[in-house]
Nanobody, 113 residues
Framework: QVRLVESGGGLVQPGGSLRLSCAAS????????MTWYRQAPGKEREFVAA????????NYADSVKGRFTISRDNAKNMGFLQMNSLKPDDTAVYYC??????WGQGTQVTVSS
């Protein structure tokens, strides 16, 4: 089945960390760049971070730069988003996409004390 599936979300206190995963199946994951987006309640979906197909180049939104790290393991068809120093403003549903034709269903991240 051709799909992307996110996991790893949850409830965390401000200052905490989470690692999101994006599992790819049914297509050649290593041929595509990957991007993480997020959407908070009442807001538009926004760009978080992107990584080229080989993992050699990454890009981040200013709001997460220095706190989040995007990575991938093409051998395992997996993408990751390590999120540190989380803030309440990071609360959102996080989605991964292959920047072509697939989106995951999203994983909820809630940052609250």
């Amino acid at each position: 089945q051709v799909r992307l599936v996110e996991s790893g979300g949850g409830l965390v206190q401000p200052g905490g960390s989470l690692r999101l995963s994006c599992a790819a199946s049914g297509f050649t994951f290593s041929r595509y760049s990957m991007t993480w987006y997020r959407q908070a309640p009442g807001k538009e979906r926004e760009f978080v971070a992107a990584i080229m197909s080989t993992g050699s180049i990454t890009n981040y939104a200013d709001s997460v730069k220095g706190r989040f790290t995007i990575s991938r393991d093409n051998a395992k068809n997996m993408g990751f988003l390590q999120m540190n120093s989380l803030k309440p403003d990071d609360t959102a549903v996080y989605y991964c996409t292959n920047n072509f034709n697939l989106w995951g269903q999203g994983t909820q991240v809630t940052v609250s004390s």
